[in-house]
């Protein structure tokens, strides 16, 4: 199984895990966020960029700070995902 395909059933996993028949798109994007958090950061950046529609730099600035003070050691590299 590849790289997406795992995401994808991860995450369908845990929205099924909620029990509910129907969710908001809301908790769909964030559960997305968490699992992209957890995989990629770049994935994660472009995501929430686009999600919570960053109306300018200073947004992504902003995102990016957060992700480094809670993700140290991504700083100066980037999380490797093969994709096939």
């Keep these: 199984m ?5 995401f994808i059933d991860d995450l369908e996993r845990d929205l099924r895990e909620l029990g509910e028949k129907e969710l908001p798109a809301s908790v769909v994007g964030e559960k997305t966020m968490i699992k992209l958090h957890e995989l990629d950061d770049v994935a994660y950046v472009r995501f929430a960029s686009v999600y919570r529609e960053f109306k300018d730099v ?3 600035v902003s995102e990016l700070k957060s992700l480094l003070s809670t993700n140290p050691q991504a700083e100066g590299r980037g999380r490797k995902t093969e994709v096939r």
């Design 58 to 60: 200073n947004d992504f």
């Design 2 to 6: 590849n790289v997406i395909e795992e």
